[in-house]
């Protein structure tokens, strides 16, 4: 039988998919990922009061509410699956994953919930939302591969995390160039 701890080695894509749906109460609910759930919450509730500012205070400060209740506690076990698959190879399969899947679930979510509570600018949020989950996924997965924002063994404060994340932005805006440099040097 497959260990649920998978902390110390890599495994495949889909070792790291059968091992949540195998294992949920161990890596989504024991592995909530509270500073996930922490940041989306704080990030996502900004994003939908602005987005909501043009309808009004009352509308910015009600959806809101609604956006930062929701992923208060869905952000938790999206940051748990995340982390879960920080060390799935092949990388670009996981990052797609993580970028597709995820996504696609909690705004199906995302949209019900602020539909049937009436929020007025539900268009202009939920497409920003979904440009800050297909960024902040690819993120957050890059990110967790590297050690922060992580609630397993190998985490640390989120005064550390955030410590290391000057180096982690300038890692992620550069890994492109710097992976299409390796390349050409490669081949020439």
């Known amino acids: ?17 059968l091992n ?6 161990q890596t989504l609910v024991r592995r ?17 009061f602005f987005a909501n500012l043009g309808a009004g205070m009352s509308a910015a400060i009600g959806a809101m509410s609604i956006e930062a209740a929701f992923y208060i506690t869905v952000a938790g076990f999206y940051g748990s699956a995340t982390e879960a698959f920080r060390k799935a190879r092949p990388a670009w399969l996981a990052t797609t994953v993580m970028m597709i899947v995820m996504p696609t679930l909690n ?29 902040s996924a690819v993120f957050n997965l890059f990110a967790m591969q590297r050690g922060a924002f992580i ?11 955030f410590r290391q994340l000057p180096q982690i932005i300038f890692d992620f805006l550069t890994f492109i160039p710097r992976s299409l440099m390796a390349n050409q040097c490669r081949d020439e």
Request: charged residues 15%; positive net charge.
């Open 20 to 25: 949540l749906l195998r294992h949920p109460i």
């Open 32 to 48: 909530w990922n509270w500073k996930s759930a922490v940041l989306s919450a704080l990030t996502r509730g900004a994003l939908f």
């Open 1 to 17: 039988m497959q260990s649920v701890n998978q902390e110390s080695r890599s495994f495949t894509v889909g070792e790291a998919a």
């Open 107 to 135: 705004h199906s979510l995302e949209f019900a919930l602020h539909w049937s509570n009436g929020t007025k600018k539900l268009t202009t949020s939920i497409v920003a939302s979904i440009a800050l989950s297909v960024l």
């Open 151 to 161: 609630v397993g063994a190998e985490r640390q404060s989120l005064l550390d995390d």
